[in-house]
């Protein structure tokens, strides 16, 4: 059970464009997830917190109008990376709560964005 | 400003041999304490959760809280070259529902 999956796994855009990542939840439901970056070598970075049906929280420094996030159902959030540069290239991480009242987050397999 | 603190590492120990994690947080307000462990390249997985003072044990893995002296650590037993992987404290705290990752301790267990 608690099964994460994120869809792609990899991708590669060209500078300027723009990437959806999907986050679903496959054998619970989500009222809460929950996006991160992580570059080389570095600890999990907190983007911003989805809560399904209203407005994600984005943590300090974390462009909301840059890294849209949608989160539209109790399975499914998106993360679109607006105009991609470089410097956006990272590994992004979902994570969802179950509603069940427990506090324990899961993973998704994460997606690695390059941009060219 | 909410802290979780690790060794960063490499903390190196034979196979068979007890690796000893510890994790210092600084809100005494927190509530709730997990273990992820990572794979180079993979995304976290949740190993444990400990919500109470004292010990929990799951496996191999033991994870022991101390509320008053605001840290906490897990304990593999018989470490195995697959236990190689750097773990994760995660903290949450009284208010929010997100968590604070420490830095991690990359682990080593050595055939």
């Known amino acids: 059970g608690a099964v994460v999956s994120q869809h792609p796994s990899w991708v590669i855009c060209k500078s300027g464009t723009s990437v959806k990542i999907e986050c679903r939840s496959l054998?619970?439901?989500?009222?809460?997830m929950f996006w991160y970056r992580q570059f080389p070598k570095q600890s999990l970075m907190l983007m911003a917190t989805?809560?399904?049906?209203?407005?994600?929280?984005?943590e300090q420094g974390v462009e909301k109008d840059k890294f849209l996030i949608n989160h539209a159902s109790l399975t499914l959030s998106t993360l679109t990376v607006t105009s991609a540069h470089p410097e956006d290239s990272s590994f992004y991480i979902c994570s969802a709560r179950d509603t069940s009242g427990s506090y324990e987050q899961y993973f998704g397999p994460g997606t690695r964005l390059t941009v060219t | 400003q909410k802290e979780v603190e690790q060794n960063s590492g490499p903390l190196s120990v034979p196979e068979g041999a007890i690796a000893s994690l510890n994790c210092t947080y600084s809100d005494r307000g927190s509530q709730s304490f997990f273990w992820y462990r990572q794979y180079s390249g993979k995304s976290p997985e949740l190993i444990m959760s400990?919500?109470?003072?004292g010990d929990k044990e799951d496996g191999r893995f033991t994870a022991q809280l101390n509320k008053a002296s605001q840290y906490v650590s897990l304990l593999i037993r018989d470490s195995q070259p697959s236990d190689s992987a750097t773990y994760l404290c995660?903290?949450?705290?009284?208010?929010?529902?997100?968590?604070?990752f420490g830095p991690g301790t990359r682990l080593s267990v050595l055939p």
């Open positions: 995660a903290v949450k705290y009284n208010y929010g529902q997100n968590f604070v």
């Open positions: 400990i919500y109470s003072n």
């Open positions: 054998d619970f439901q989500a009222t809460t």
């Open positions: 989805s809560n399904e049906g209203s407005k994600a929280t984005y």
